[in-house]
């Protein structure tokens, strides 16, 4: 990760350490680069970046600003709008552009916002490519064998244009309903859209399949996006589902790349649950690619020992969409994601996509005429503590043998009933211990046995 991009982009809260001006300079560096790469391969052909935002207040100065700085650099920018991530990825791959950004902070406040670069197939923007942005960001640009202190603007008929593009979201909204294999007819379908992206294409692609659909937290006002709604305070559609006889509720998050379900008897379903569910699926059918399933380190016990029960394979990826996708791409995988509701499948996304997760958990549930809580019954999710330590230094902590030996120890103890994670935190000073056990006593009783050893030696800070 570098100075300002993440796994999952450009993070920050708005107008303080992710401004407008951060905006113009990365638009006016994506539109230069391309339109550089296009000059040097001998192509006259206008750059065209394809962007949309999320419901937050600061979207819109952040799109004004990003636009103004890829205009100027002689692109064109072309502007779906409010619009989900996984949209914004479909348009840049169908629709020949050179590359995409998606203004959002996921599943954050609002008051927080992001700046997500995606490449032509759709996918998270090279490392590589992002290395230049921050160097230019920073002002040491150094790239075609030059330095760049500044990028020169562009002049006359070379000024580039904004073009209104929802017609690129109007597609995205039809290949989600050809995906649809059964009619939903007849099923009460509840979906929360977390006052964000999902707000204005999720019903949509219900109601033309036929569902009886409801939806909760669809009135965005720029500072309500996630504010108890949504897959991160998914207990109001819990509620709903109840209350009103819905078979299935679909939680989203801000952008939508995320989805989580409830069952029609009011239980969540996680991400492992949906990677079970469908693996589960798709081995039946003799079609579970290289009969592997790809999910994260920090997906739940449970999930490994009920593959191991019915012969899927996996993987585990460090924690990520990211990486989960890489590994996906490197190994032919079509089915992976995390815990949080990040789900790809591969055929049909090169990310996570909320509205398209939602849509094959209803295919399963249709094809195999189960409900959702029936299908989740064979996963059991072992209990799970989670502790975070803040220390000086992470490395020295994690590399300390007293430390090292206590993991050991508790590995040992736990043998096949349970596991035991300690990790560096990817963003903050933290170190992470996990343990998953029988009881969430013997989580407990792990968690601190580790945790006691990092404090005894001196590395926690106040």
Request: with cysteine; proline share 2%; glycine share 10%.
């Amino acid at each position: 990760m570098g100075k300002y991009f993440g796994t999952d982009g450009f993070r920050g809260k708005a107008g303080q350490n992710l401004t407008s001006e951060h905006a113009f300079k990365l638009g006016r560096f994506l539109g230069w680069y391309y339109g550089e790469l296009k000059r040097r391969d001998n192509d006259s052909s206008p750059v065209r970046i394809v962007i949309g935002k999320d419901t937050r207040r600061s979207s819109y100065t952040l799109e004004y600003s990003l636009v103004g700085g890829i205009t100027a650099s002689g692109a064109d920018a072309c502007l779906l709008h409010v619009t989900t991530t996984p949209s914004v990825a479909y348009v840049a791959r169908t629709d020949g552009f050179d590359c995409a950004v998606m203004i959002s902070a996921s599943h954050n406040p609002y008051y927080d916002n992001g700046l997500k670069l995606i490449n032509r197939d759709g996918e998270k923007m090279g490392d590589d490519v992002i290395q230049l942005a921050e160097d230019y960001l920073d002002g040491k640009l150094h790239v075609f064998g030059e330095d760049w202190t500044e990028l020169p603007f562009a002049q006359g008929d070379r000024i580039g244009r904004s073009v209104d593009y929802v017609a690129g979201r109007n597609r995205y909204i039809g290949y989600l309903i050809s995906l649809g294999v059964y009619s939903f007819r007849g099923k009460k379908i509840a979906l929360d859209c977390a006052n964000g992206s999902a707000w204005s294409i999720a019903k949509a692609v219900f109601d033309a399949l036929g569902a009886e659909t409801y939806v909760i937290n669809a009135n965005p006002n720029g500072l309500n996006i996630n504010e108890g709604a949504g897959s991160t305070h998914i207990e109001g559609l819990q509620d709903f589902v109840v209350k009103n006889g819905c078979d299935v509720g679909f939680a989203y998050d801000g952008d939508a790349d995320r989805c989580l379900c409830v069952d029609e008897t009011g239980n969540v379903i996680t991400g492992d649950h949906i990677l079970y569910i469908y693996g589960s699926y798709m081995k039946k059918r003799d079609k579970l690619l290289n009969n592997t399933v790809v999910a994260t380190v920090m997906s739940n016990f449970g999930l490994f020992k009920a593959f191991d029960e019915i012969g899927i394979d996996y993987a585990k990826t460090a924690v990520g969409d990211k990486y989960v996708y890489e590994y996906m791409k490197e190994n032919g995988c079509c089915i992976g994601g995390e815990q949080s509701g990040h789900i790809i499948f591969s055929k049909y996304a090169s990310t996570g996509d909320g509205i398209l997760t939602s849509l094959k958990i209803m295919q399963v549930i249709m094809a195999e005429k189960k409900t959702l809580s029936e299908l989740a019954k064979p996963l059991r999710i072992y209990p799970q503590i989670l502790e975070n330590v803040k220390v000086a230094d992470k490395t020295e902590a994690m590399n300390d043998p007293d430390v090292k030996k206590a993991v050991e120890e508790v590995s040992r103890e736990l043998e096949n009933t349970g596991r035991v994670l300690v990790r560096e935190s990817g963003t903050e000073p933290l170190v992470r211990v996990m343990a998953e056990a029988e009881t969430e006593e013997d989580c407990r009783k792990y968690v601190t046995k580790i945790v006691d050893v990092i404090k005894s030696k001196g590395y926690e800070i106040a």
